[in-house]
């Protein structure tokens, strides 16, 4: 990912605020032939010093047939993001579009079975607890689970890169910065976020 200086982040709050809120992400690798797959990733920081991102693709998947331990990958987490029309500024330009991203460069580790049960039942237990009638791992029976999970190919992605953008007009002047907020609250939700967003880097 290209980032210039001025849009880019080393806030790891930000970055983990950015894959809770869009985890269902694009998990990409090279072996072989490029191939891209949206999963569910998950930040696991159990242990802060070493955290990873957790995710599993179908076992059928060409690319779980191609990926080894080892190999690289890339997670791809694009966040807010909404269209900046020229029409906003006080002078002639081009339009460009704002938004917030993380990509994660990593080696592969695949899961054992114990280590896909256990991300099973963390990802079930997100998703699952905002239910009227929740229905976790626990509630399906071992069995049926482990079933299951023959078809399922679990990944651990340990990073060895971080890169983290924000694009949020930072090149405008404040007239212009101003008037894009006023022009994205009238808009819709991504755009009302952006603007949130603007604000806080303006303090």
């Known amino acids: 990912m290209f980032i210039p200086k001025l849009y880019r982040s080393e806030d790891y709050d930000l970055m983990r605020e950015i894959i809770k809120e869009n985890s269902f992400a694009l998990l990409i690798s ?88 256990a991300h099973l039942d963390k990802l079930t237990s997100k998703y699952e607890s905002f239910q009227q009638c929740p229905m976790m791992v626990k509630d399906m029976g071992k069995e049926f689970v482990e079933k299951e999970m023959k078809g399922a190919f679990g990944i651990k992605v340990i990073p060895t890169e971080i890169f983290i953008k924000q694009k949020l007009s930072q090149n405008r002047k404040e007239d212009d910065f101003d008037n894009i907020i006023t022009q994205l609250e009238q808009s819709d939700d991504n755009a009302r976020k952006i603007a949130e967003k603007m604000k806080l880097i303006k303090k």
């Not at 191939?35 to 242990?47: G, I, K, P, Q």
């Not at 909404?82 to 460069?105: F, K, L, P, R």
């Open 30 to 117: 090279s072996v072989g032939k490029i191939r891209a797959t949206h999963s569910m990733m998950m930040l696991n920081e159990d242990d802060p010093e070493n955290a990873y991102i957790e995710t599993h693709i179908s076992r059928a998947n060409p690319q779980a047939k191609a990926l080894q331990n080892g190999d690289e990958v890339l997670c791809d987490f694009l966040g807010a993001h909404t269209y900046i029309s020229s029409s906003w500024y006080d002078h002639i330009n081009v339009s460009t579009w704002n938004y917030e991203a993380v990509q994660i460069h990593g080696k592969v580790e695949i899961m054992n079975h114990d280590e896909l049960y």
